[in-house]
Nanobody
Framework: QVQLAESGGGLVQAGGSLRLSCAAS????????MGWYRQAPGKQRELVAT??????TYADSVKGRFTISRDYAKNTVNLQMNSLKPEDTAVYYC?????????WGQGTQVTVSS
């Protein structure tokens, strides 16, 4: 079992920045892939970014603005979000894969005002 706890969400003006963090209850050395997803009201949950060891992938909509990273000392996966847009407003979820199972955090709200 893995417990995940996201933090760092909030309200920000367009063009601003936020840094999300997801703390895992186990050492992330044992976790191969970690990722961030988001779900806007009335829309399906979508992939934002993943990191598998040193390899990262991003949704086209966030490329060049968001950066995903892992902090092995703190057992966290982080999402630095710059140049935020109103369309980035969503609940952001952390997801990790451990063996054949995946685990989700409870989500953190990000609201970008225009």
């Amino acid at each position: 079992q893995v417990q995940l706890a996201e933090s760092g969400g909030g309200l920000v003006q367009a063009g601003g920045s936020l840094r999300l963090s997801c703390a895992a209850s186990i050492s992330i050395f044992s976790i191969n892939t970690m990722g961030w997803y988001r779900q806007a009201p009335g829309k399906q949950r979508e992939l934002v970014a993943t990191i598998t060891r040193g390899t990262t992938t991003y949704a086209d909509s966030v490329k060049g603005r968001f950066t995903i990273s892992r902090d092995y000392a703190k057992n966290t996966v982080n999402l630095q979000m710059n140049s935020l847009k109103p369309e980035d407003t969503a609940v952001y979820y952390c997801r990790v894969w451990l063996g054949a199972k995946d685990y989700w955090g409870q989500g953190t709200q990000v609201t970008v005002s225009s």
